[in-house]
């Protein structure tokens, strides 16, 4: 096994709520001069941007996993991470398919920019990408199975979209076997008030929508390869 620096939840230009400045060379390049070994795209409700990002992950020789922060019909934010660039947009032109059809307004939540590996604006996506979608918390996690990924509760920790914010419990039949952390300092007291997080692989993660709040490399993983289907299954596996 080997140790990787990583930071699983980073936001682009994609999202409404990301910085003009989070292009996909600028967020790998950041990564790759803060020492981070892996990474992952995770925009709200798309993936559209990976295709550039996992470009600019192999110039920059930073692992970039294709991933999103999908909003559940319920608003808990989940990330799912695939293991190809095609699981991904597979996914979603499927998840796109179940998201509210409300227009994006950029003059009140910002630009929701494509880009190519150029760091050229090759788009915009038409719906608002931060509203929640038609798939239920419970639904999500066989869901993204069926695309070869793995989905997990994004900042579990937070006071809003998170899965104890907005359902205040763990669902019974819960089947996720990793959870993400915004900050460790909270780690004990949810693990004592939700004793399913003690099973749980837990990881803490940027959330980064500006470049300077990129994680420097202080959280790793252990990993049989730095190759994506090897760091997913890092992620899967149950604590003994």
């Known amino acids: 096994m080997i140790p990787l620096f990583y930071d699983f939840h980073i936001h682009s230009c994609l999202s409404p709520c990301g910085d003009d400045d989070m292009t996909p060379a600028n967020l790998v390049g950041m990564a790759a001069v803060k020492g981070l070994d892996v990474i992952a795209l995770t925009d709200h409700n798309s993936c559209k941007n990976c295709p550039a990002a996992l470009y600019h992950g192999a110039r920059y020789g930073v692992t970039v996993l294709p991933g999103m922060e999908l909003t559940t019909a319920e608003e808990v934010h989940v990330i799912c991470l695939f293991s190809s660039l095609e699981d991904a947009m597979a996914f979603d032109a499927f998840v796109y398919g179940k998201l509210m059809p409300v227009p994006n307004r950029e003059d009140i939540f910002g630009k929701q920019q494509i880009m190519n590996e150029k760091d050229e604006v090759t788009g915009t996506v038409e719906y608002l990408l931060i509203n929640a979608t038609s798939i239920s918390f419970d639904?999500?996690?066989?869901?993204?199975?069926?695309f070869h990924g793995i989905a997990y509760p994004a900042h579990v920790d937070k006071s809003s979209t998170s899965l104890i914010s907005n359902l205040g419990f763990v669902p019974p039949g819960s089947t996720f076997t990793c959870a993400e952390f915004h900050d460790f300092k909270n780690l004990h007291r949810l693990r004592r008030e939700h004793p399913y997080f003690e099973q749980c692989n837990v990881i803490c993660c940027s959330d980064a929508h500006y470049l300077e709040d990129i994680h420097e490399p202080?959280?790793?993983i252990y990993s049989a390869s730095g190759q994506i289907p090897?760091?997913?299954e890092a992620l899967r596996r149950r604590e003994p």
């Open 218 to 220: 202080e959280y790793q």
């Open 230 to 232: 090897d760091i997913l």
């Open 139 to 146: 639904e999500v996690f066989s869901l993204v199975e069926e």
